[in-house]
């Protein structure tokens, strides 16, 4: 990919080879809980939007019922993915 990266995806997306890390969960904003590199949250991702295309259609909402945490970034960037709107709830 050449140029301006311009979106999230984009952004991911170049950084999907990197083995820095990512995001770090911190548990009350101190104790390390997980994290992710890049290379492991895009494959995370990748397959959540899979999943996720087998029940929505690009373009329809998409409710995230989840807590703070990784799971919570993968299922944002999987709607992003997969075209679709995520609603944090």
Known sequence: MSGRLETFVEVLRAQADNSALAYTFLNNGEDE???LTYEQLD??????AV???QKAAPGDR???LL???LDYVVAFYACLYAG???VPV
């Open 67 to 69: 807590p703070q945490g």
């Open 84 to 86: 679709l709107v995520a």
């Open 51 to 53: 999943a996720l295309t």
């Open 43 to 48: 494959k995370r991702v990748r397959a959540t």
């Open 33 to 35: 809980v997980a994290s």
């Open 62 to 64: 998409v409710l995230i």
